[in-house]
């Protein structure tokens, strides 16, 4: 599989587009001005604690306080607090948790009012973005991701990520990782790291406790809200995230962005620099790469497929609702085999569109009714692999016995919304046009203007094939009569492109005259 990374960068905002095999399956925003991101450390202060949610509110800084449920307060809590308040008041003079006690783990079944109190300071990391009128929802559970591994302090468990199948090289990565790691430090090993020598993990250990030490010196005296540590650019992040051998090209259109993606690859992929290439033209990048017509046409309430299927995605507060729709062209001997192909060309694309649009929680798909069980099984398999691919965390439910299909997904941002619908050019918008019967006193009002300020010059006039046959009706029709008026003969033509009640003046040289 091919893999692409174009990236658009404007003054404002940076546009990140993912594609495979040349179709889009993600694509980023990333504004200048955007504060608050998934993974950014903060040091807050409690505003409220709601013991009927078993939640507190806290002030980072953002407009609406953000959300702290009993269940991400971790069971290190205890530990954080100590440390955060020891290092405020300087009883604390080290990054370092060697000689650091660790407190009793909280319970998980435990209330809010028991463990925190109110305007408490407390170092908080975001776990889902605003959204819509919800303020972010946070986390005590502090991680700083890197390329290979996640560094989680307070914790002294070493965890490999299940998708490493060798078990032998689980074991490696084990031992190597507990014979490295900081006392009082936790790690998680990421697939990433699958084959990779001591050298490059240690590199990149020493280099998230160095962010860790970072996030220490800004604490005392500190004064809550106070944003302690900023996740990678979106750029890099996705980068760290994604990269891999099978990356065939990076393409970006900002010389500075360009330089900056080059250098963070060196730090952990020099191998991969050569991939990275600058788009010098001056034809905008998501077109020359067909990015910007795949948009327009994924995008709004009908993605439609290549066999003529369809599917409508509708959007609620509570859920979305996805229909499958074989269309006019579904046209087979065998009914069954032609509904289970539509299904899975389905399927197919409601994966891709989840990621594209970046939809989360509820999500509930109506394919075509099928009877065969084998089939059912087929498609709900096919599925699963379909979102593979995927990283956000998700759940595959079986057909229910209506045929519906029930995904969950998880939401750590705004979902991805483009407007693809363009002004009616006739009506501006407003569903209404001017009455039909006062076109050609429009027409004349502007004729008579050309005839003035351009007295000598040639003139053409291009309308609908219905109004040019209406103008030229008759002996002494509209052009004969303008003749007579100006004594100048007024060229009409017919533009089938020409909207109803449209047109357009053009001169000699075939230039259109611009009335306004």
């Known amino acids: 599989m091919e893999k692409e990374l174009i990236i658009n960068a404007t003054p404002t905002e940076v546009e990140i587009a993912l594609l495979e095999d040349s179709k889009l399956v993600e694509i980023h925003y990333q504004k200048t001005n955007n504060n608050f991101s998934v993974g950014d450390i903060f040091l807050g202060k409690i505003r409220r604690l709601m013991p009927g949610l078993n939640a507190a509110f806290v002030d980072i800084g953002h407009k609406k306080d953000a959300f702290l449920h009993y269940t991400d307060l971790g ?60 303020g ?28 490493i199948a060798n078990a032998e090289e689980r074991k490696r990565l084990q031992n190597l990782v507990e014979s490295i790691k900081p006392k009082h430090f936790g790690v998680i090993v990421r697939t990433a790291a699958e084959g990779k020598k001591v050298a490059d993990l240690h590199e990149e250990l020493s280099m998230m406790v160095q962010r ?22 979106k750029t890099s992040s996705i980068l760290r995230d994604l990269l891999s051998d099978s990356f065939n090209r990076i393409v970006v259109n900002d010389k500075q962005l360009y330089q900056n993606i080059r250098n963070y690859l060196e730090s952990f992929a020099p191998d991969q620099v050569k991939i990275v290439n600058l788009h010098k033209t001056n034809k905008p990048i998501f077109e020359v790469f067909g990015v910007t ?12 497929m290549p066999s003529g299927a369809y599917v409508v995605i509708e959007s609620t507060e509570a859920m979305h609702v996805i229909d499958v729709n074989s269309g006019h062209k579904m046209g087979s001997s065998n009914q069954e085999e032609a509904v289970l192909r539509v299904n899975l060309e389905a399927a197919e694309e409601i994966a891709r569109q989840l990621r594209l649009r970046d939809i989360g929680g509820i999500i509930i798909v109506d394919f075509i009714d099928m009877k065969n069980q084998e089939h059912k099984k087929q498609l709900v398999s096919a599925m699963k692999q379909f979102m593979k691919k995927d990283r956000a965390q998700h759940t595959i439910l079986p057909l229910s ?31 209404k046009i001017n009455a039909s019967i006062l076109l050609l006193d429009e027409i004349e009002r502007d004729l008579n203007f050309i005839m003035q300020s351009r007295m000598r010059a040639k003139t053409k006039l291009k309308v609908h094939p219905y109004v040019e046959a209406y103008l030229k009706k008759g002996l002494l029709n509209t052009q004969v009569k303008w003749w007579m008026k100006y004594q100048r003969w007024i060229r009409i033509e017919a533009d089938s492109n020409c909207p109803m009640i449209q047109y357009r003046f053009f001169d000699e040289n075939d230039d259109e005259v611009r009335l306004s």
């Open 75 to 134: 069971t290190k809590l205890r530990s954080l607090v100590k440390y955060t308040n020891g290092a405020i008041s300087g009883a604390i003079t080290t990054h370092k948790l060697d000689n650091f006690k660790i407190e009793p783990e909280t319970i998980k079944t435990g209330k809010i009012d028991q463990v925190l109190g109110k305007r408490d300071h407390l170092l908080v990391q975001i776990l889902k973005e605003p959204i819509s009128t919800k």
């Open 401 to 431: 016995k209506f045929g519906l299909m029930q995904i969950t997904r998880q939401r750590v941002r705004p979902e991805v919304k483009i407007n693809t619908a363009e002004v009616c050019p006739t009506c501006n918008g407003t569903g």
């Open 136 to 163: 972010p929802r946070l986390s005590c559970e502090i991680t700083i991701p890197g390329r290979y591994l996640v560094l989680t302090p307070f914790n002294d468990v070493v965890a490999v990520s299940k998708k």
């Open 212 to 233: 860790w030490e970072e996030i220490y010196q800004q604490l005392p005296k500190a004064k809550a809200p106070l944003k302690l540590m900023s996740e990678l650019d």
């Open 293 to 304: 017509r795949q948009i327009k046409a994924s995008f709004g309430k009908t993605a439609t």
